[in-house]
């Protein structure tokens, strides 16, 4: 029925939500990686504002979107 297809659309979708910083398609070694950073704050930083913009439909949870949106964010930083 109609009512069905529409409740699995919303689990579709529910599904690409990410939940937590865990659900991103980058990680701590991918902006470690990427800046040659050692573990710290400032990664968790960068992480938890990623997914802030991931939730906020601000940038796509796909692994290049946030990699630019990283070193966006890392210029910033740094100036």
């Known amino acids: ?6 409740f699995m659309k919303s689990l579709e979708e529910v599904q690409n939500h990410p939940f937590t910083v865990a659900d991103l398609k980058v990680d701590v070694h991918d902006v470690m990686k990427l800046f040659n950073l050692s573990p710290g704050p400032r990664i968790g930083h960068i992480l938890n504002e990623l997914f802030n913009e991931v939730i906020a439909d601000k940038v796509k949870n796909e692994r290049e979107p946030l990699l630019s949106r990283v070193e966006k964010m890392h210029k910033l930083l740094n100036v």
């Open 1 to 6: 029925s109609w009512r069905l297809r529409l």
